[in-house]
């Protein structure tokens, strides 16, 4: 594991300095879809501190395993609305927000925790069948919506790119992906705040941070394969 992040965070800068910009403006999310909490120890003690869950329960007891450590969890995978009330005190940002329905949910929530929520929209940037996501083309109308929604911020957008062999192929869908970023922040909306753009995978990341990606997601490059 020394060696592949060692591998990850060289390839990181890497990509970084080529869009004229530092590693220390990107950030690593492990994503810890099915390791066990012993593994991810290990990489906590490598430095790591941003994690990723794809699924509620399992982000649960991997979260109180790490309770007394300064740990962010990032919810990355589809989250159901019934499951928004189990996480909203215990992530750092949820990635996968794609309804206005999730949306208000978690503006209820949060409004019960006291809390405003960190939020990003997921785009299904191809627009393919089998993935989850909001057509780029409704984007707007849904920042419209949850920017009146007082307890929750919309900080920016996720996608999830296509399963492809080789990842410059799917450099176009990132160079639409930042279009949409910065189009969006232009409009200057109220309780949106467009940080943060997270794209870019085990197979791809390089090239997404190339395309303007400040938040990339890997696991099987850190964690090898499970």
Same mark, same amino acid.
């Given at each position: 594991?020394?060696?592949?992040?060692?591998?990850?965070?060289?390839?990181?800068?890497?990509?970084?300095?080529?869009?004229?910009?530092?590693?220390? $403006?990107?950030?690593?999310?492990?994503?810890?879809?099915?390791?066990?909490?012993?593994?991810?120890?290990?990489?906590?003690?490598?430095?790591?501190?941003?994690?990723?869950?794809?699924?509620?329960?399992?982000?649960?007891?991997?979260?109180?395993?790490?309770?007394?450590?300064?740990?962010?969890?990032?919810?990355?995978?589809?989250?159901?609305?019934?499951?928004?009330?189990?996480?909203?005190?215990?992530?750092?940002?949820?990635?996968?927000? $794609?309804?206005?329905?999730?949306? +208000?949910?978690?503006?209820?929530?949060?409004?019960?925790?006291?809390?405003?929520?960190?939020?990003?929209? +997921?785009?299904?940037?191809?627009?393919? $069948?089998?993935?989850?996501?909001?057509?780029?083309?409704?984007?707007?109308?849904?920042?419209?919506?949850?920017?009146?929604?007082?307890?929750?911020?919309?900080?920016?957008?996720?996608?999830?790119?296509?399963?492809?062999?080789?990842?410059?192929?799917?450099?176009?869908?990132?160079?639409?992906?930042?279009?949409?970023?910065?189009?969006?922040?232009?409009?200057?909306?109220?309780?949106?705040?467009?940080?943060?753009?997270?794209?870019?995978?085990?197979? $791809?990341?390089?090239?997404?941070?190339?395309?303007?990606?400040?938040?990339?997601?890997?696991?099987?490059?850190?964690?090898?394969?499970?």
């Amino acid at each position: 594991m020394k060696e592949n992040l060692k591998r990850v965070q060289e390839n990181i800068a890497r990509a970084a300095e080529k869009s004229g910009r530092t590693a220390a $403006d990107i950030t690593l999310v492990a994503v810890t879809k099915t390791v066990p909490i012993e593994r991810i120890r290990e990489a906590y003690e490598l430095g790591i501190r941003d994690f990723g869950e794809n699924r509620v329960q399992e982000l649960l007891p991997k979260f109180d395993a790490f309770a007394q450590n300064t740990v962010n969890w990032h919810m990355i995978g589809h989250l159901q609305t019934n499951k928004a009330r189990a996480i909203i005190d215990k992530v750092k940002l949820i990635h996968s927000v $794609d309804s206005l329905r999730l949306a +208000e949910e978690i503006n209820k929530r949060a409004e019960k925790n006291k809390t405003v929520s960190d939020l990003l929209i +997921e785009i299904n940037i191809a627009e393919e $069948d089998s993935k989850m996501g909001l057509s780029p083309k409704n984007a707007h109308e849904l920042f419209e919506q949850i920017a009146h929604l007082p307890n929750i911020c919309a900080k920016g957008l996720m996608c999830v790119a296509p399963y492809v062999e080789k990842s410059e192929q799917n450099r176009i869908y990132f160079e639409k992906m930042y279009k949409l970023f910065v189009d969006i922040g232009l409009r200057k909306m109220h309780n949106v705040d467009m940080r943060f753009l997270s794209m870019g995978m085990t197979g $791809d990341y390089e090239v997404a941070i190339e395309e303007g990606s400040n938040i990339v997601r890997v696991g099987t490059g850190i964690f090898g394969n499970r």
